[in-house]
């Protein structure tokens, strides 16, 4: 059963600073992962995906990296804005079913100090 | 930018009344899903749609939740009866196939009082 993993839960950050968020999975058969912004009492925003075959993701000021051999992927954060500050969430779709299945991480809270 | 819609943005409801949350996916979605977000948890999957045939239900609670995508096009969750426990946002995103991303709408906030 494939168990998706965040760490931290939580990360305080002055402005202006570059951090990594960690996301880890236990069953390296996916389609591929995909990182999401929630802001407070809204709904998820896409912000990459990495398809299984690939092993980064550039969007601006983000970053995305895939290791499946490991069970990891981590975003990247260049130059932290309080704008930045939400909770951010990774969501692996397996491929070991005739469907597919989508597993989400419990999120990293961030919170980005002017 | 196309965007999946759903409605209402918030319900409050009493307990054992009955509530029903509506979404209307991106145009050419075929897969649409239904997720339940407890507050500080990520998304858990209540039911997965492939066009108008349900492919995963195992996490919705069968006895009181509902849910239909009759022309494979819009969808409907229905909660009957709604218990204290049920508080939550109710998530739904669609997606072209496998090999792409979601994208989720706004979401309802049901709060059960």
């Known amino acids: 059963k494939q168990e998706v993993t965040q760490i931290p839960a939580a990360l305080s950050v002055p402005e202006g600073e570059n951090l990594v968020l960690n996301c880890s999975f236990t069953?390296?058969?996916?389609?591929?992962l995909q990182w999401f912004r929630q802001d407070p009492g809204k709904g998820l925003t896409s912000l990459l995906l990495?398809?299984?075959?690939?092993r980064e993701q550039t969007s601006g000021r983000l970053n995305a990296s895939l290791d499946k051999s490991s069970g990891r992927s981590t975003l990247y954060i260049a130059a932290s804005q309080p704008g930045d500050s939400a909770t951010y969430l990774c969501?692996?779709?397996?491929?070991?079913?005739?469907?597919?299945?989508?597993?989400f991480g419990p999120g990293t809270s961030l919170s980005v100090i002017p | 930018e196309a965007e999946v819609a759903q409605s209402p943005r918030y319900k409050i409801t009493e307990k054992s009344q009955a509530v029903a949350f509506w979404c209307d996916p991106i145009?050419?979605?075929?897969?649409l899903y239904w997720y339940r977000q407890i507050l500080g948890q990520g998304p858990e999957l209540l039911v997965q749609f492939q066009d108008e045939s349900v492919v995963d239900d195992s996490q919705l609670p069968k006895d009181r939740f509902s849910a239909e995508r009759l022309k494979g096009v819009d969808s409907t969750l229905k909660i009957q009866p709604a218990e204290l426990g049920d508080s939550a946002m109710y998530l739904c995103?669609?997606?072209?196939?496998?090999?792409?991303?979601?994208?989720f709408g706004s979401g309802t906030r049901l709060t059960v009082v």
């Open positions: 145009s050419g979605h075929a897969t």
């Open positions: 995103a669609s997606a072209p196939g496998r090999s792409y991303g979601y994208t």
């Open positions: 069953d390296s058969a996916i389609y591929n």
């Open positions: 969501a692996v779709r397996g491929r070991k079913t005739s469907y597919d299945k989508v597993i």
């Open positions: 990495i398809q299984s075959s690939q």
